[in-house]
């Protein structure tokens, strides 16, 4: 697996699919490794024309893990809460940068830029930062940071928290991380065997709660980019699942008012995660965003 590393000493670790004369950079959620973009999805978006690369954003799997940054994490919940400034060893925009990083390595200068979640997050972010270096961006199921708009049920946010709780016993880990899924993910089809086999894969590969800590704390220390989407010019579609428990359907349809002309494709019945059985409409989706954009 490549690697690059940022001006800052983050190592990052990327890989690519396809051969296109383009790339579609996929940048990963809350905690969630470059193997989450199943390969299988992969070589879906790379029958676009697209060479498909995704990597380990900092603190997850086989990139740089900052273990000396001590957060509380619960106190950030707290402040955040509480409209209050919120301590973190980084920001949204940090990441970013990494993902442009990535992009330097591959000497690309634009991408399809695709992010889901917190990926949405940080693609939005790099959109806004970098915009010479966005062809399309694609949010799947994401928000824009407001206060008000893509909240998580309160069930969902404890089922969260307790996941960043560490766990020295390979299998209580795997059962958290199955049971964090049972609640967020698509319901109606919920594949248990599936989910376990990529819970203890992920697991196995890297296991760093407090990183995953970290990057909850730069969300909410990272604030709102409602002001800032209203710059955005890349041709965009903003795709959500209208049964989305960690981010709510409205964080969706609040970016696509924000971001200038953005398609906005609701996912019927979709939860907090990318089932295969919705891989065709996600594919159409990204698809949409990139024929736009070589107009």
Do not use: K
């Not at 928000?143 to 404890?158: H, K, R």
């Not at 599936?194 to 730069?218: F, K, M, N, S, W």
Request: charged share 20%; with cysteine.
């Amino acid at each position: 697996m490549p690697t690059t590393t940022t001006t800052d000493g983050i190592e990052l670790h990327f890989d690519a699919h396809g051969d296109g004369d383009e790339t579609l950079l996929l940048v990963c959620g809350l905690g969630a490794q470059s193997i989450n973009y199943d390969v299988e999805f992969c070589h879906s978006l790379a029958a676009l024309g697209v060479r498909v690369v995704r990597f380990d954003n900092r603190d997850t799997g086989l990139s740089s893990h900052l273990h000396d940054a001590e957060v509380d994490v619960l106190g950030a919940v707290v402040a955040a809460t509480a409209g209050e400034p919120v301590d973190s060893a980084y920001l949204l925009s940090d990441m970013a940068a990494d993902a442009v990083t990535v992009l330097d390595a591959l000497e690309v200068d634009r991408a399809h830029v695709v992010g889901a979640s917190m990926g949405g997050m940080i693609a939005q972010t790099i959109a806004i930062e970098h915009p010479d270096r966005v062809q399309s961006l694609t949010s799947i199921m994401s928000t824009t940071g407001e206060p008000d708009v893509g909240t998580p049920d309160a069930e969902v946010l404890g089922s969260l928290l307790g996941v960043l709780s560490p766990s020295e016993d390979r299998a209580a880990r795997i059962e958290a991380a199955v049971s964090l899924n049972r609640i967020i993910g698509t319901q109606w089809c919920f594949d248990e065997v599936r989910v376990r086999a990529r819970a203890a894969e992920a697991i196995d590969r890297a296991y760093d709660p407090a990183g995953t800590g970290r990057q909850l704390a730069a969300i909410l220390a990272s604030g709102s980019r409602a002001d800032s989407l209203g710059s955005v010019d890349a041709s965009t579609v903003v795709l959500h699942g209208d049964a989305d428990p960690l981010v709510h359907h409205s964080g969706g349809v609040r970016t696509a008012e924000l971001v200038p002309g953005a398609e906005l494709r609701t996912l019927d019945r979709m939860g907090h995660d990318l089932p295969p059985e919705y891989w065709p409409q996600i594919v159409d989706g990204v698809a949409s965003a990139v024929a736009r954009a070589r107009v």
